[in-house]
């Protein structure tokens, strides 16, 4: 015990007293999970917004289903020491999940996925049913997948009518890379007219691309061009931020037709925040940012996802998929030079950003976002090289949350990674 409060006030020595950053996910109940604003991380992903809900229809009276404190939840992982798996996710598993003859269970649990600062992008995700036992009855598990201009399903399934056997007990699709993810769990169990059906566990992961790291921090600009007028605004009950009235105003070329132009930044929503600190916004939409006039449209690109960083007051997102329509603007197609590999002003290393930076102190104006704020303020749209990795303290950070996390799984009897699996002691049959 010593030896814990003693890491947790080197924590707090090094960080600060914040009681908001995401501590790693840890084997619980998932009524823990679904409470308001929490997260948790598995290794370098952010698993936030969780909702659950679910029916149980017995002979055609409808009730409640299995409630959140029946469903166990634990992180998918390696331990502590050993490299990062690459494939992260959750684990959800319950005794309760078994219905018998004329009965059904429909159960969907919501939540989402964001890549922490530095870390690699998801390529694809899995979905596995494990320990299932059915007679003459089934089971079915979708997962629906969404992100800024993906949307996908995975299915599984086991059914046995009349001694004929239907099953696939593991679906994996891949997509582009991608810095965050919704997923809705969306699973039944029905015993059919004289049947039964159960499972224990079902087990969802997210691949990752071990060289592709996403929302690192941008350094030094290039080709930088800056707007202003803008009001940045949070909804602390939507957990929205929005943008209204942008219009850009230098480009270092003066007479550069795309000067006034306006500047159309996408909503986005509070997902949580990271280990270090920053506050993860993730797309509301299709994140589609754009400059024009009218029709005329100078650039348009993707924010996936923005940063909050509380120690410099501002935000920042790497922005996709970019467009360049518009090269009668001479700061336009000098960024469009940099980004065609063609070009003789090409070069491989950069990612195009947007970054924001409030007049107002955001966390303070907002009460770490659970309150709503408005503020104005610049933004700036460049070319940037990505701070490689994550500064020291960042990392010793991850180190110090991970031995307290540890510890504590210690004293609550023991550490996820040695948990068994609920499938353990159900056969797959």
């Known amino acids: 015990m010593k030896h814990a409060l003693f890491l947790l006030w080197m924590y707090l020595l090094l960080f600060g007293t914040s009681e908001v950053s995401a501590l790693p996910c840890v084997a619980d109940t998932l009524d823990k999970?679904?409470?308001k604003g929490f997260s948790c991380t598995v290794e370098d992903k952010l698993f936030s917004k969780f909702n659950y809900s679910s029916t149980?229809?017995?002979?055609?009276?409808?009730?409640d289903g299995p409630p959140a404190n029946m469903i166990q939840v634990a992180p998918i992982t390696v331990p502590p020491g050993q490299p990062a798996s690459l494939n992260p996710g959750l684990a959800f598993s319950s005794a309760a999940w078994s219905v018998l003859n004329l009965q059904s269970i429909d159960a969907v649990i919501d939540y989402a996925v964001t890549v922490l600062p530095g870390g690699h992008k998801i390529k694809d995700g899995s979905l596995d049913l494990r320990g299932f036992r059915t007679k003459d009855g089934s089971i079915k598990d979708d997962k629906d997948l969404s992100a800024a201009g993906l949307r996908m399903t995975l299915q599984t399934f086991w059914s046995m009518q009349n001694n004929q056997e239907q099953k696939q007990l593991h679906d994996e699709k891949q997509f582009g890379l991608t810095p965050y993810i919704d997923a809705r769990d969306r699973f039944s169990l029905n015993g059919g007219t004289t049947g039964t059906a159960q499972i224990s566990e079902i087990d969802n992961q997210f691949s990752e691309d071990p060289k592709a790291r996403t929302n690192?921090?941008?350094?030094?600009p290039k080709n930088k061009g800056t707007s202003d007028g803008s009001v940045i605004a949070y909804d602390g009950?939507?957990?929205r931020l929005s943008f209204t009235g942008d219009r850009m105003t230098d480009t270092g070329f003066p007479g550069d037709?795309?000067?006034?132009?306006s500047v159309n930044i996408p909503d986005f929503l509070f997902n949580g925040v990271a280990t270090g600190g920053d506050f993860l916004f993730q797309a509301a939409t299709d994140g589609v940012f754009d400059i024009s006039n009218g029709a005329n449209v100078f650039m348009a690109a993707t924010i996936p996802v923005l940063v909050y960083v509380p120690a410099t007051n501002s935000f920042y997102g790497e922005m996709t998929n970019p467009q360049f329509p518009g090269v009668d603007s001479p700061w336009i197609a000098a960024m469009a030079a940099l980004f065609n590999p063609s070009s003789p002003s090409f070069d491989p290393d950069l990612l195009l950003y947007f970054t924001y930076n409030p007049r107002d102190d955001m966390l303070n104006l907002t009460q770490g976002f659970t309150v709503n704020g408005t503020s104005g303020g610049p933004d700036g749209i460049f070319a940037a090289a990505p701070v490689p990795e994550p500064g020291t303290s960042l990392l010793v950070g991850f180190g110090i949350v991970g031995l307290l996390a540890a510890t504590w799984q210690r004293r609550r009897g023991g550490g996820c990674e040695s948990l068994p699996r609920a499938s353990d002691g159900l056969p797959d049959v």
């Open 33 to 35: 999970y679904i409470m």
């Open 56 to 63: 149980f229809n017995n002979a055609g009276m409808i009730a």
């Open 216 to 220: 690192l921090p941008p350094g030094a």
């Open 237 to 239: 009950l939507l957990q």
């Open 257 to 261: 037709p795309v000067l006034m132009a």
